[in-house]
């Protein structure tokens, strides 16, 4: 089987997808006290479960956890060069996203995603629009996100 054609950017084209296939994507990050403020105070978050240590210290956790909403995000972001960095049209929506266990500061996220689905657009002949599963793990390989995502993509275009 041959490599795909990729954009100069890297990102798969519509064709290039696999139903059923896992891509296990090559960038980690550990996450950060910084990120979790930064991201909280940025959004305008001010729950003390991700900005105060001392009270975090009174619940189950013992420890801030990271902000969901960055842990989506950092998820998603991951995926982005292995998958549809330059071929992505738009985001289409975000469906059944879950945070089955927590992700803390000083966790290191690897992330997976799996093509779900994908069919051709009924309203651009140089598009389509792909499902994705993404998933995101911290270093004891515990699932801490996953999300459904669709995404509109660029067609491979004709030389």
């Not at 980690?28 to 910084?34: D, F, G, P």
Request: hydrophobic letters at 35%; proline letters at 5%; aromatic letters at 8%.
């Amino acid at each position: 089987m041959s490599e795909p054609r990729r954009h100069k950017r890297g990102g798969l084209y519509f064709e290039d997808f696999k139903v059923g296939e896992t891509i296990e994507h090559r960038l980690t990050r550990t996450v950060t006290e910084m990120d979790n403020m930064l991201f909280s105070n940025m959004t305008l978050n001010p729950q003390p479960l991700h900005i105060d240590r001392h009270f975090c210290l009174e619940t189950e956790w013992k420890q801030p956890l990271m902000n969901s909403l960055f842990t989506l995000g950092l998820m998603i972001g991951i995926s982005v060069n292995d998958t549809t960095v330059g071929t992505t049209i738009a985001n289409l929506g975000m469906q059944d996203v879950k945070f089955p266990h927590p992700l803390f500061q000083g966790d290191t996220l690897h992330c997976t995603t799996e093509i779900l689905d994908k069919r051709e657009s009924k309203s651009r002949p140089d598009a389509g629009i792909v499902e994705f599963l993404h998933r995101a793990f911290n270093q004891d390989d515990k699932l801490v996100a996953e999300c459904r995502r669709q995404a509109f993509m660029r067609k491979r275009p004709s030389k």
